[in-house]
């Protein structure tokens, strides 16, 4: 069965503080990794990874991916309590064809407390 | 079982049609909502119900209207499908407003 397990389920963090959040996946057929950042509506999309060792970064916060050990991390670096939010993973592997699956973690709760 | 499930999986269909995407969960969450997600994976909030009623209508055209018939679904009707139209839409559902679940995804391709 495929699945995606992210890890920690929450954290509290104060500001400054950096963080790691997990993101390990079994699936068939891996196409890609995406983070996304979830506050009071819609996911932000924040990182697509296709390729291992290659870090993506943009401000604060970077990616990497191991596709040998079947995982991602997302660290956040001087966090601050615009950070809180619920950061999702979800992992895009196609049966084949036209087909289309993606599959989404349960998600990290972040809270970052003045 | 499966929590938050979308039907159909893949959707193709010619201009002009109206199709429906259905959505069901399990986990007695209280919000439900339909994302749609663009070629660049972008993810956009369409609408969200709370027990059966309207919270979120972002700027949809009002050829989608969703429909609610009680709280553990929602469905997706979409009327005069338009080539734009053409995306993956996912329904997910969620308690207290975070830890949402997702269902897997409707691609719906528009030709």
């Known amino acids: 069965e495929d699945k995606v397990v992210q890890s920690p389920l929450s954290l509290v963090v104060h500001e400054g503080d950096t963080v790691t959040l997990n993101c390990s996946y079994e699936v068939t057929n891996f196409r890609s990794l995406l983070w996304y950042k979830q506050e009071k509506k819609a996911p932000t999309f924040l990182f697509m990874l296709?390729?291992?060792?290659i870090e993506k970064k943009s401000g604060r916060l970077s990616s990497i991916l191991d596709k040998k050990e079947l995982f991602s991390i997302l660290n956040i670096t001087a966090t601050q309590t615009g950070d809180s939010a619920i950061y999702l993973c979800?992992?895009?592997?196609?049966?084949?064809?036209?087909?289309?699956?993606?599959?989404f973690g349960k998600g990290t709760l972040l809270t970052v407390n003045p | 079982d499966t929590a938050v499930s979308q039907t159909p999986k893949y959707l193709v269909t010619q201009m002009g049609n109206d199709k429906s995407i259905k959505c069901e969960q399990n986990l007695g969450h209280d919000t439900m909502y339909w994302y749609k997600q663009d070629s660049k994976k972008f993810l956009k909030i369409m609408f969200s119900?709370?027990?059966?009623?309207?919270?979120i209508n972002e700027t949809v055209p009002n050829r989608f209207s969703p429909k609610s018939p009680d709280k553990a679904h929602l469905n997706l009707h979409i009327n005069s499908l338009e080539l734009g139209d053409s995306a993956v839409y996912f329904c997910?559902?969620?308690?207290?407003?975070?830890?949402?679940?997702f269902g897997q995804g409707t691609r719906l391709t528009v030709v």
């Open positions: 119900y709370n027990n059966k009623e309207l919270i």
């Open positions: 296709t390729s291992s060792g």
């Open positions: 979800a992992v895009e592997h196609p049966p084949g064809g036209s087909n289309y699956k993606l599959t």
């Open positions: 997910a559902s969620s308690q207290f407003n975070w830890g949402a679940f």
